[in-house]
């Protein structure tokens, strides 16, 4: 009854294309944003927006633009770590060198180098796919870590391997470094997560979305119709790229504070894949949704038992944490391949015809 | 990247020819220095017995095999390997045996697939999904919408394909097809697993696509009705070699192509 | 000049000058590439019988042996602690089949291969919830495994060759050689390769698909026990391991993803490569290099011979 499109005609080919055509769809994503925005930062205390929200929204990013290459276009990449780390190193690099340039134009400058490191690692996709592919991407991780431990010059030198955010501000406001405040923090990440998220909808609704689908379904009829497979599955790397090297900028700079290498290791790249996995492939609100499960989960496992009366140490809860998620996965693949996403609609579906069975 | 097309090609006169094209995999023989022509303006038809190599014909008209001998003309250029890329910017568009259509996608986002070579607006309006971007999405809706209305496919516009029964499948795929705005179709088994209805109805949009559209097509068919009924020319395969090449009613009556299929008519 | 002078001729002065280390430094490699070899061969085995590609092989390892350390440990003589892990490991197999491989059977591959991610982190999760996660030592008198070294005397200096690794690369070319053997002359093996090439056509001619898969899993968790031991005994049993074990994958990319032969000479070679490539080329960018070198090699072959030495050419049909 709620949920229903009846009436809701569409006069043009424009108003068709909208990427939300359904009027309540609309009004969600507008409550949505309106909590974010401003129910969260007013009433949510530190904690939650410190060690939930912003990470949230951090890995939401980062499953985004694995999204984008392995749910979209279909080259699994087992890199993300890397490529999440190439950015907090290079916007790390860039701010300590120039000092007085905005942090935010350095996060935003960080993705393109990253973007152009995934490219680069990208070119064996003309020769190889499918878990070839990942194989290679795997040497991208391997080698990318190996680069964050073994290149002094990439930390400044520091005796201890590890890099430390400096202060940095932005209209007179301190955002990043140990005086910023949560709030602050939650906001820009907030802001740059919802305009990246909104230029990925972007892409994926209009003619490269198009292009990147046609390459993962079937990419000899794509490339029969004339679509250059090599072109499109490099921007796809580049994009996805983009988008890791800005969260793992904003990972450093807007939530740890810091970093070493050992941040944007091979479980890191896991940890997103399961994300994109349990969420949906080839679905932005997957990336949230998986996001949300895969780094609640542990939270909650290290809250609940203790409250209910059964206190789980530290150790236990990392245990049974990765015992979840694969269970979760393999469950997932077999139930809905489509992940939380599919779910999600399917019950939006469902809401369509409520209260009436059919 | 030669620069697409090539002088116009005037009905009647040939617009692609194959010239003693041979192709092997490893020791298998599948094409033995065939020859043919297709006229621009006609349906040419591409029949034998399974395995004749017809399919690796198209294959190779398209791009995706390269023979090993053999020359290929198309609008006037010959060449001795057609890339893929080459084949559909000059317009060279085909469906395939096992419909190969985008099944992650709908029925709407896979026939716009078919206009990505028409769609040049750049990447920072891509990113933004406005000004030129959207101009052009709606720009190509509406030639899209021609084409679905003329394959009469509107109810399942939003239907992701995998969902779709087998014989709107094939529509879909044809309408992805003709969405290139090809000069040459190529259609593999079109009709294949249809019933009488649905070939009645798929032989009338092939028609329709040809006189409407322009379009010349070569197409690979089992059914010799279809054949008979639809082609202008005809030529037969078997085991990768040309045994006729002539009108359907010539070709009907070569003993050469009655042997080939033992005498059995459709 | 002189980079030019360290890269091309330095370490090849240093091989000739020193061959006793040479050989040693040659002899170290082989042995690690025997044990990458061992980890690629349980790989292959489920690849080559069911087409899944098996992540978690290398946490398979890691399990085994700390199954055997675990019950060793805890109180039961070695053989018992033996048998009861093979026990253990037919019960993985098992379980595998029915939870995961059963309800999966027609997807694609890389649905399969995605799955074997779940197994892999549960398995570690599991691991380290009942066993603990400080690194243990392995069992090594029990098994009559051999200490101690043989030292020769040779090439100007001195060359020892460790008894475990002699026993571990006789033991690993024994396996090998079983396996292919039961691959081409037996029924089974010969099933099993119906099976990798289609599911459904497997199913069709009535080949159980459940058995084989168990069977082979099995198989490969007796590999992994093996390698398990073996490795556990030359460096300690943690899961440092399973990381290590992640450049199996470089060697199957070398040796071919469904050749028993290819496994062997593709751990031997990057085995072999990664020490020497570390020991004499290592200290010119700082050392660490076998975190990397393995996949370097495997992209580099991906982008040339994508089929590896020995494996089958794929050919693409439309």
């Given at each position: 009854m709620l949920y229903r499109e009846a009436g809701q005609f569409k006069t043009s080919y424009a108003s068709d294309?909208?990427?939300?055509?359904?009027?309540?769809?609309?009004?969600?994503?507008?409550?949505?944003?309106?909590?974010?925005?401003?129910?969260?930062?007013?009433?949510?205390?530190?904690?939650?927006?410190?060690?939930?929200?912003?990470?949230?929204?951090?890995?939401?990013?980062?499953?985004?633009?694995?999204?984008?290459?392995?749910?979209?276009?279909?080259?699994?990449?087992?890199g993300t770590g890397a490529f999440m780390g190439v950015g907090a190193y290079a916007c790390y690099k860039l701010t300590t060198i120039f000092p007085n340039v905005n942090?935010?134009?350095?996060?935003?400058?960080?993705?393109?180098?990253?973007?152009?490191?995934?490219?680069?690692?990208?070119?064996?996709?003309?020769?190889?796919?499918?878990?070839?592919?990942?194989?290679?991407?795997?040497?991208?991780?391997?080698?990318?870590?190996w680069c964050f431990i073994r290149i002094p010059w990439l930390y400044n030198n520091n005796v201890s391997g590890a890099i430390e955010v400096p202060q940095r501000e932005l209209l007179g406001v301190i955002i990043t470094g140990p005086r910023a405040t949560a709030q602050t923090r939650y906001y820009i990440v907030l802001v740059l997560v919802v305009l990246m998220t909104w230029i990925a909808s972007n892409l994926v609704h209009g003619r490269i979305?198009?292009?990147?689908?046609?390459?993962?379904?079937?990419?000899?009829?794509?490339?029969?119709?004339?679509?250059?497979?090599?072109?499109?599955?490099?921007?796809?790397?580049?994009?996805?790229s983009f988008y890791c090297g800005v969260a793992g900028a904003l990972m450093v700079f807007f939530w740890y504070g810091g970093s070493e290498a050992s941040v944007f290791n091979i479980n890191q790249s896991f940890t997103i894949l399961f994300m994109i996995i349990i969420g949906g492939l080839g679905?932005?609100?997957?990336?949230?949704?998986?996001?949300?499960?895969?780094?609640?989960?542990p939270i909650v496992l290290r809250f609940v038992p203790p409250a209910l009366g059964l206190p789980l140490q530290a150790a236990t809860v990392e245990h049974i944490t990765f015992m979840t998620v694969g269970i979760l996965i393999v469950l997932f693949l077999i139930v809905e391949p489509a992940g939380l996403a599919r779910l999600w609609l399917i019950g939006k579906q469902k809401l369509r015809v409520w209260p009436f069975p059919y | 990247m030669r620069a697409p097309g090539g002088p116009e090609v005037a009905a009647g006169e040939v617009l692609l020819s194959v010239e003693n094209v041979s192709l092997s995999f490893g020791g298998v023989k599948a094409v033995s220095d065939v020859s043919f022509d297709i006229r621009k303006g006609e349906i040419r038809a591409i029949i034998g017995p399974n395995g004749a190599g017809k399919t690796s014909m198209l294959n190779i008209i398209n791009g995706f095999y390269q023979p090993q001998q053999g020359r290929i003309t198309f609008k006037g250029e010959a060449r001795a390997k057609m890339r893929p890329h080459e084949a559909a910017t000059g317009g060279i568009a085909r469906t395939f045996q096992n419909v190969a259509l985008f099944r992650g996608m709908t029925a709407l986002d896979n026939i716009m697939a078919g206009r990505t070579l028409k769609m040049h607006s750049n990447?920072?309006?891509?990113?933004?999904?406005?000004?030129?971007?959207?101009?052009?999405?709606?720009?190509?809706?509406?030639?899209?919408?021609?084409?679905?209305?003329?394959l009469k496919i509107q109810e399942i516009r939003r239907v992701p394909v995998g969902r779709l029964p087998y014989g709107l499948q094939k529509r879909v795929e044809l309408g992805?097809?003709?969405?290139?705005?090809?000069?040459?179709?190529?259609?593999?088994?079109?009709?294949?697993?249809?019933?009488?209805?649905?070939?009645?109805?798929?032989?009338?949009?092939?028609?329709?696509?040809?006189?409407?559209?322009?379009?010349?097509i070569a197409l690979i068919e089992h059914d010799m009705g279809v054949v008979m009924d639809l082609s202008d020319r005809v030529v037969v395969l078997d085991h990768g070699i040309k045994i006729a090449d002539g009108t359907p009613d010539e070709v009907k009556r070569n003993q050469a192509v009655i042997d080939a299929y033992l005498g059995v008519a459709h | 000049m002189e980079l030019l002078y360290q890269i091309f001729v330095d370490p090849f002065v240093q091989m000739a000058t020193a061959p006793d280390l040479f050989v040693q430094t040659l002899w170290e490699g082989l042995v690690g590439g025997m044990l990458y070899a061992l980890i690629a061969l349980g790989f292959v085995l489920i690849f080559k019988a069911s087409g899944v590609f098996n992540f978690a092989q290398g946490i398979m390892v890691v399990f085994a042996a700390l199954t055997l350390v675990g019950l060793y440990d805890a109180g039961l003589p070695a053989f018992l602690a033996l048998g009861l892990t093979i026990v253990v490991m037919f019960l993985l197999a098992f379980t595998v089949e029915r939870a995961v491989l059963r309800p999966l059977v027609n997807q694609p591959d890389i649905i399969l291969f995605m799955a074997t991610f779940g197994i892999t982190y549960f398995l570690i999760g599991f691991g380290e919830f009942v066993f603990g996660g400080d690194p243990k030592v392995m069992v090594t008198d029990g098994l009559f495994l051999p200490k101690g070294a043989i030292t020769y005397k040779a090439l100007g200096g001195i060359v020892q060759l460790q008894k475990l690794d002699i026993v571990a690369a006789v033991t690993a070319t024994i396996m090998v050689a079983a396996l292919g053997i039961f691959f081409s002359k037996t029924r089974i093996g010969r099933a099993l390769r119906a099976v990798a090439d289609s599911h459904s056509a497997a199913l069709s001619v009535g080949i159980s698909?459940?058995?084989?898969?168990?069977?082979?899993?099995?198989?490969?968790?007796?590999?992994?026990?093996?390698?398990?031991?073996?490795?556990?005994?030359?460096?300690?049993?943690?899961?440092?391991?399973?990381?290590?074990?992640?450049?199996?994958?470089?060697?199957?990319?070398?040796?071919?993803?469904?050749?028993?032969?290819?496994?062997?000479?593709?751990?031997?070679?990057?085995?072999?490569?990664?020490?020497?490539?570390?020991?004499?080329?290592?200290?010119?960018?700082?050392?660490?290099?076998?975190?990397?070198?393995?996949?370097?090699?495997?992209?580099?072959?991906?982008?040339?011979?994508?089929?590896?030495?020995?494996?089958?050419?794929?050919?693409?049909?439309?």
């Open positions: 294309f909208a990427v939300f055509p359904i009027l309540q769809d609309r009004i969600g994503i507008a409550i949505i944003l309106a909590v974010a925005f401003i129910i969260i930062p007013l009433t949510g205390n530190d904690f939650l927006v410190n060690a939930v929200m912003i990470p949230f929204l951090i890995f939401s990013l980062a499953a985004i633009g694995l999204n984008l290459l392995t749910g979209y276009t279909g080259l699994l990449s087992l942090i935010i134009v350095w996060v935003i400058a960080s993705g393109f180098f990253s973007a152009a490191v995934g490219a680069i690692f990208g070119l064996p996709s003309l020769r190889i796919k499918g878990f070839y592919l990942a194989i290679a991407t795997l040497a991208a991780q391997f080698f990318l870590e979305g198009r292009m990147w689908m046609a390459v993962r379904d079937m990419d000899i009829a794509a490339e029969l119709m004339g679509i250059r497979l090599l072109p499109t599955k490099l921007l796809a790397f580049a994009v996805s679905s932005l609100l997957g990336s949230f949704l998986g996001a949300a499960l895969i780094y609640i989960l | 990447f920072f309006w891509q990113l933004l999904r406005h000004g030129p971007a959207m101009q052009e999405e709606v720009e190509h809706r509406r030639s899209v919408e021609e084409i679905i209305d003329f992805r097809a003709l969405a290139m705005e090809p000069e040459l179709l190529l259609l593999d088994e079109p009709m294949a697993g249809m019933n009488l209805e649905e070939k009645e109805d798929m032989s009338r949009f092939v028609l329709d696509a040809n006189d409407y559209f322009g379009t010349t | 698909l459940e058995q084989i898969w168990v069977i082979v899993w099995f198989a490969a968790g007796l590999v992994a026990l093996v390698t398990g031991i073996f490795w556990g005994a030359r460096s300690d049993v943690s899961f440092a391991l399973e990381v290590i074990a992640l450049k199996a994958l470089p060697v199957l990319i070398l040796g071919g993803f469904t050749s028993i032969p290819g496994a062997i000479v593709g751990g031997l070679i990057i085995g072999i490569g990664e020490k020497l490539g570390e020991f004499y080329w290592g200290p010119l960018v700082g050392g660490g290099t076998d975190a990397w070198f393995a996949y370097v090699i495997a992209l580099v072959f991906l982008l040339f011979r994508p089929q590896g030495l020995f494996g089958e050419t794929i050919i693409e049909r439309v």
